[in-house]
Nanobody
Framework: PLVESGGGLVHSGGSLRLSCAAARGVVTINTMAWYRQPPGKQRELVASISTSGTNYADSVKGRFTISRGDAKNTVNLQMNNLEPEDTAVYSC??????????????WGQGPQVTVSS
């Protein structure tokens, strides 16, 4: 189980910070990521962080920053210059990959992020 915090309602151009912590016993983690599902659309990868570095969706590059928290198996997503198109349910994933193969993962419930124009 993952514990997420952050999210909420913000005006266009504003900022929000999401945090995610994986409880003890969750799968052996080497990658943590944030996904989002906008209304009526499929879930999409927003950003990920692993020992190989970070990865971002083109739509958020330069605006969002993913980083590891101070505690083990925690991750933050700083979202700046938010746009109405960023409105979605955001979910945290803690995963174990071998190469490009997903071995196991765990998901959070997901905070709602709403950006008004």
């Amino acid at each position: 189980p993952l514990v997420e915090s952050g999210g909420g309602l913000v005006h266009s151009g504003g900022s929000l910070r999401l945090s995610c912590a994986a409880a003890r016993g969750v799968v052996t983690i080497n990658t943590m990521a944030w996904y989002r599902q906008p209304p009526g659309k499929q879930r999409e990868l927003v950003a990920s962080i692993s020992t190989s570095g970070t990865n971002y969706a083109d739509s958020v590059k330069g605006r969002f920053t993913i980083s590891r928290g101070d505690a083990k198996n925690t991750v933050n997503l700083q979202m700046n210059n938010l746009e109405p198109e960023d409105t979605a349910v955001y979910s945290c994933q803690a995963a174990s990959y071998t190469g490009a193969t997903l071995q196991s993962d765990s998901w959070g419930q997901g905070p709602q992020v709403t950006v008004s124009s």
